[in-house]
């Protein structure tokens, strides 16, 4: 069974806006991991925010995590054309494995 | 450094028939990973090897699914009396120590199974 789902499973933003994808879970947490694929294969990894951290970034991304809401979200500022991709969040709960939601398809139009 | 790397890319047999998928993770990564998806869905657990050793199968779907990693390293995921259902995409990753580590993934392999 999958504990993240990402909101919203499809998003259409033109180049130079904003993109914000949310991930929602169920189970307490060590750690959430975004990651990026693109045409259906390998997943590149982004950022991982631990349970006791709250905002990270890394260049355009940002990442915050909520854990009395149990959610996330992954922010991409200024989007450009190759950031189109799916993007997934994965929760890691100690002892047990990742799993990763359905995704949120990005697409960037020039 | 390499990453991880699968092979083959693409493979396409009958059903019935078997299969073995091969994963060579980074070097020096203790743990390794199986995952399956599918057209539309993320990736879904299989089994985590630490070391030799599996550490969890909990995911692999039936006992036709079998994989091993004999000297810690390379891994092989077998599938016997392939099925139409088993047509996916199987991604592996390794992380340096497992816990709360960063996962690096292959390409995947494409299976199809007519």
């Known amino acids: 069974s999958q504990q993240g789902e990402e909101d919203p499973q499809a998003l259409s933003i033109q180049e130079g806006e904003n993109a914000t994808m949310n991930c929602s879970y169920k189970?307490?947490?060590?750690?959430l991991q975004w990651y990026r694929q693109n045409s259906g294969r390998g997943l590149v990894h982004l950022i991982l925010i631990r349970s006791n951290e709250r905002e990270k970034h890394s260049g355009r991304l940002r990442v915050t995590l909520d854990t009395s809401k149990k959610s996330s979200s992954l922010l991409i500022t200024a989007s450009r054309a190759a950031d189109t991709a799916s993007y997934f969040c994965?929760?890691?709960?100690?002892?047990?494995?990742?799993?990763f939601g359905p995704g949120t398809r990005l697409s960037v139009l020039p | 450094g390499a990453g991880v790397s699968q092979t083959p890319s693409n493979k396409v047999t009958e059903k019935g028939k078997y299969v073995e998928l091969r994963c060579d993770p980074i070097?020096?990564?203790?743990?390794l990973y199986w995952y399956r998806q599918s057209l539309g869905q993320g990736p879904e657990f299989l089994i985590y090897?630490?070391?030799?050793?599996?550490?969890?199968d909990s995911g692999l779907p039936n006992d036709r699914f079998f994989a091993v990693r004999p000297e810690g390293s390379v891994s092989t995921l077998k599938i016997q009396r392939t099925e139409r259902g088993d047509s996916a995409v199987y991604l592996c990753?390794?992380?340096?120590?497992?816990?709360?580590?960063?996962?690096?993934f292959g390409p995947g392999t494409r299976l199809t199974v007519l």
């Open positions: 070097s020096g990564h203790t743990a």
């Open positions: 090897f630490q070391g030799t050793g599996a550490a969890d």
């Open positions: 994965a929760t890691e709960n100690y002892g047990q494995n990742f799993v």
């Open positions: 189970t307490s947490i060590n750690n």
């Open positions: 990753a390794s992380s340096l120590a497992g816990d709360q580590d960063t996962q690096y």
